[in-house]
């Protein structure tokens, strides 16, 4: 049974930064491709940035320059650096991980994950 456990978020001012943490356990290879997406009251889950088994990533348009997707395969575990935050960014985030290093859909699909966390709260006050 794969669990995915996230943690790091929080409440902070605009223009400050948080680190969230996933860690996947049970998965059954540790360079699956990973990601993280996030839902605002009132709006679809969409993807935020996601790192493929070859270390190829994808990060939304809205947060290139700021967030930095890390993995560490040993570990299992996924990063997200936020800087730079803007009350925009305020959501829950959600850590996925994959079944299989291909499927049909693309690394910013939700449908390309199968296992899923609980969500860790990102605010981002003005």
């Known amino acids: 049974q794969v669990q995915v456990v996230e943690s790091g978020g929080g409440l902070v001012q605009a223009g400050g930064s948080l680190r969230l943490s996933c860690t996947a356990i049970?998965?059954?290879?540790?360079?699956?491709?990973m990601g993280w997406f996030r839902q605002a009251p009132g709006k679809e889950r969409e993807g935020v940035s996601c790192i493929s088994w070859n270390g190829s990533t994808y990060y939304a348009d809205s947060v290139k320059g700021r967030f930095t997707i890390i993995k560490n395969n040993a570990k299992n575990t996924l990063y997200l650096q936020m800087n730079s935050l803007k009350p925009e960014d305020t959501a829950m985030y959600y850590c996925?991980?994959?079944?299989?290093?291909?499927?049909?859909?693309?690394?910013?699909?939700?449908?390309?994950?199968?296992?899923w966390g609980q969500g860790t709260q990102v605010t981002v006050s003005s």
């Open positions: 996925a991980a994959a079944a299989s290093y291909y499927n049909e859909y693309g690394l910013q699909s939700a449908l390309r994950y199968k296992y």
């Open positions: 049970g998965l059954s290879y540790d360079d699956l491709p």
